[in-house]
């Protein structure tokens, strides 16, 4: 069945250097797939994301890669900031119907230390 | 601010209540979503509503009632609801495009709701 789950439910890290946030799929027709960050008392708000006709997609500072042999989906951080500090979702379209229908993973949380 | 705002922001009620939950987009979106973010659970799609029509009905209970009187509005009417219904409850919108598969939803910021 569908579903979208990450390795590491925490992940810390020192302030400047870089993240690496993974996130598993396992419905091969997903055809896009998008990160969240969602920071405390806030909604999800969208990051990036990436068709599958794709292997990389950069934005400012965020990097998502996807590797659709194994199914992963990984989400990198450059230099990260305290205000990167949230959690961070993946969702997929699940049924590669349109983005209505996401499937979310359930979410790692970033902690930058000082 | 994404776009989307959401009222109230925290809600407390008992079992017997009713309240409803009130969710604006100011984005010129044509979609509007309803979500359930429970604690350490995956977010959970509840409805669709497309030009005011509600096209997804996750299985959810009958106790939450949708209603879409417009693209811009949606709201969530809320009547005899259990403690496990206590949740964030989250609305998003989006701008479907005809043949694309990537359209965006931007969230608002939820409503904490605590049934007792």
């Known amino acids: 069945g569908e579903s979208v789950g990450l390795h590491l439910p925490t992940l810390s890290v020192q302030e400047g250097d870089n993240s690496i946030i993974n996130c598993a799929y396992s419905?091969?027709?997903?055809?896009?797939f998008i990160w969240y960050k969602q920071e405390s008392g806030k909604g999800p708000q969208f990051i990036i994301d990436i068709r599958s006709n794709m292997d990389k997609r950069q934005g400012q500072r965020v990097t998502v890669l996807l590797n659709k042999t194994v199914k992963h989906l990984s989400l990198q951080i450059a230099a990260t900031q305290p205000g990167d500090s949230a959690v961070y979702f993946c969702a997929e379209n699940g049924n590669g119907r349109g983005a209505q229908k996401l499937v979310f993973g359930q979410g790692t949380r970033l902690t930058i230390n000082p | 601010e994404t776009g989307v705002t959401q009222t109230p922001r925290h809600l407390v009620m008992g079992m017997t209540n009713k309240k409803s939950l009130k969710c604006e987009q100011h984005l010129g979106h044509n979609a509007m979503y309803w979500y359930k973010q429970s604690a350490k659970k995956p977010l959970e799609l509840m409805f669709v509503?497309?030009?005011?029509?509600?096209?997804e009905n996750n299985s959810v209970p009958s106790r939450f009632s949708p209603e879409c009187p417009n693209s811009s509005h949606l709201f969530l009417h809320l009547h005899t609801l259990q403690p496990e219904d206590s949740a964030l409850y989250l609305c998003?919108?989006?701008?479907?495009?005809?043949?694309?598969?990537?359209?965006?939803?931007?969230f608002g910021p939820g409503t904490r709701l605590t049934v007792l």
């Open positions: 419905n091969s027709a997903s055809d896009y």
């Open positions: 998003a919108s989006s701008q479907l495009v005809a043949g694309t598969r990537t359209d965006t939803q931007y």
């Open positions: 509503y497309n030009f005011k029509e509600q096209t």
